[in-house]
């Protein structure tokens, strides 16, 4: 039990993240002490080359005219620093014109090998643990040039303190790492813990709880966000299919319910060979309302499965509209309603022809239907004249700046009010339903969506706006297709009168 408990808690992020801290504090850490300790040395080596550039412009300052002094006091001073400066090994050495050595103070090294003219015109380098500083002095007879020295061992004892420093701080940050990383792993992986515990606890039921937002501002308060945002998507879902399933199940048992009393009253005997005929004409009815309803259905669950494909074929807008409008023409003339459309160019656009043609007939038969229930309500013993003043108008044009075609489909009809407004698209959604009813035939609610389905699978947009009284404009913008080649534009202007 203990090992399983020990290889799960190896196996978990939270001991990979705390290596990976471990390691970057360790190597940071190490890294900047190994940085320190190279800029100490360097600054020390730094100063003793300032310090024997300074002694040297001294010396010299013995031969300048004016500065003269006597030679043998000058070597007593020199002997004298040279004592006084046992620790670090200080001494001068002076050279004539041909390179050997003339005179040197006390500490000098012996066997120095004779200077190399790389290293008199370096000016500073090193023999041995010796670092020099060699420069040459104009005007004086006694020697042509002078070089003073200093025993780098204290350099190599400083740095022996500074590497034990480095080895304590370096032991120190290595025994911290660990609890350090141990700390910010935890806290890295909070949130994700947070996940595992909310998801555990979320049921289909329930979809309230979230995870916290610290207000840090970092990438673990983005993570929460994103998935909060998730699970709201996922709450909608739900919802949304919680919702479709309701609906479509009271749908479905209206006419399965209109069917049955019918058989029922069928099978019940008694009637005459007349009154079977209705019963099966109601059977045949609902049983085409049915039909209707689950194609919708399979439509609906098709966009939603990002399965509504459109086929790859060119398509003439142009010639689907007027089609549209031609089916269509006979039953605004029977309701009293001018249909007219005006004269397109050729418009091609890529897509499924049963599919547009489809939005077109829901987008025309809403129009028809509710600019109709406007007059039938509103004038219900009006004059010929004043029934026949209901109007749809169907415009279709090209705008070539954006690629799209652009459909617009208004009437005067009763519209739409404004809190039902950004819901038409919802499905089974129909906004002031007895009115409808009451002025005319009911539909399902699903038509709109499927229109927003179909649009939207064309990589296309639909919008309405709509004042109530004053009728409703839906806009569609499809892309246009890359290639047009498509017959002529068919007229399409017609109207009733």
Known sequence: MFFERLSAAVRSLRFRLMLWNIAAGVLTGLGILVAVREGVRYTLVYDLDQALREDLTEIKAYFRPGGAQDWSTLQDELNRKAAT??????????????????????????????????????????????????????GAAEVAAVAVGCNEGFIARDMVRIDRLVAIVGLVVVLVAPIGGYLLAGRTTKILGDLIHTTDQLRPSEFKERLPILGTGDELDSLARTINGLLDRIADYLQQKHDFLANAAHELRTPLAAIRSSVEVAHSGGRSEEEYRELLDDVIEQCSALQSLVNQLLLLAESDADRLMTSAEAVSLDELVARSIDMFQAVAEFRGIRLTANRPPPIAIVGNRYHLRQVLNNLLDNAIKFTAARYDQDQPSAEAESIRSGRINVQLTRDDDRQLAILRIADNGIGIPPESLPKVFDRFYRADKARVREGGPGGTGLGLSICQAVVAAHHGTISVTSQPGDGTTFVIALPLAPVARMPAAKPLTTSVT
């Open 85 to 138: 400066h046992n620790y670090h090994g200080w001494f001068v050495q002076f050279f004539d014109r041909a390179g050997n050595p003339t005179w040197s103070s006390q500490n000098t090294p012996r066997g120095f090998p004779p200077l190399t003219d790389d290293q008199r015109s370096a000016q500073t380098f090193h023999i041995n643990q010796f670092r020099l500083r060699y420069e040459r002095i104009d």
